[in-house]
T-cell receptor, first 116, second 113 residues
C-alpha cells in the first residue's frame, strides 16, 4: 500500500529535551511538508522540502529543524527552543510536475506531542 | 498574501439535513481550491478540489463550486449522515510558481441521528 507513515502516534517529552518525529512516504513524491495543528486553529506550515538536501522555512520554523537526506524521509526535530511544543503534528507529501498548476497534498495520520 | 476564511463552528445538524460550510479566500491570480476533511485523531484527507473558475469539485455527495466573482468555494451536501461528523478545512494553493497550501481554521460538523 502506498502512503505516508508517521511515528510515533503519541509522544511525551520533558521540558528542555529535543525530540524527533518521523515521516516516511512511499508515494515517490518529490515534496514533503510539516504542519502544526492547535485546537481551533488551522494548519500552520513549519518547513517544506521540494528535493533531497534542500528545504525551506515555513511560517513558524523557529524552534524546529528538519533534514531531507532521502526522498522518502523528512524527519522533524522539535528543539528545546520551541516555547510551546504541545500540538498535533502532520506530515504531508505531494508530487511536483514541471508546469503543473496544482499539486494535491496527501497527509499522514499525525503525531500528538505532549510536553510534560 | 493569501488567506482563507471559513465560517466558525461547530455546525450542528440532524441526519438528512442540508449542509453548507462557507469559505472565502484572498489571493492574487487564479489559485487552486481544496476541501479537506479530518476525522477525530486522524490526518487530513482530500475531499474535493477545483483548479479554475466555475469548476465544480464533487466527491461522496459533497460539492463546491469555484466562484471567482465572489472569491468563494462553499461546501455543500444535500443530506448529511452521522458519519460525516468531522472537521472540514478549506485551503488554497497560489499559482505563482511553486506555492504551498494556505488553510482556513476549520469548521467542525456534528451530525446527530
Amino acid at each position: 500500500d502506498g502512503g505516508i507513515t508517521q511515528s510515533p502516534k503519541y509522544l511525551f517529552r520533558k521540558e528542555g529535551q529535543n525530540v524527533t518525529l518521523s515521516c516516511e512516504q512511499n508515494l515517490n513524491h518529490d515534496a514533503m511538508y510539516w504542519y502544526r495543528q492547535d485546537p481551533g486553529q488551522g494548519l500552520r506550515l513549519i518547513y517544506y522540502s521540494q528535493i533531497v538536501n534542500d528545504f525551506q522555512k515555513g511560517d513558524i520554523a523557529e524552534g524546529y529543524s528538519v533534514s531531507r537526506e532521502k526522498k522518502e524521509s523528512f524527519p522533524l526535530t522539535v528543539t528545546s527552543a520551541q516555547k510551546n511544543p504541545t500540538a498535533f503534528y502532520l506530515c504531508a507529501s505531494s508530487s511536483l510536475l514541471t508546469g503543473a498548476t496544482t499539486d494535491t497534498q496527501y497527509f499522514g495520520p499525525g503525531t500528538r506531542l505532549t510536553v510534560l | 498574501g493569501n488567506s482563507v476564511t471559513q465560517m466558525e463552528g461547530p455546525v450542528t445538524l440532524s441526519e438528512e439535513a442540508f449542509l453548507t460550510i462557507n469559505c472565502t479566500y484572498t489571493a492574487t491570480g487564479y489559485p487552486s481550491l481544496f476541501w479537506y476533511v479530518q476525522y477525530p485523531g486522524e490526518g487530513l484527507q482530500l475531499l474535493l478540489k477545483a483548479t479554475k473558475a466555475d469548476d465544480k469539485g464533487s466527491n461522496k455527495g459533497f460539492e463546491a463550486t469555484y466562484r471567482k466573482e465572489t472569491t468563494s468555494f462553499h461546501l455543500e451536501k444535500g443530506s448529511v449522515q452521522v458519519s460525516d461528523s468531522a472537521v472540514y478545512f478549506c485551503a488554497l494553493r497560489g499559482n505563482s510558481g511553486y506555492s504551498t497550501l494556505t488553510f482556513g481554521k476549520g469548521t467542525m460538523l456534528l451530525v446527530s441521528p
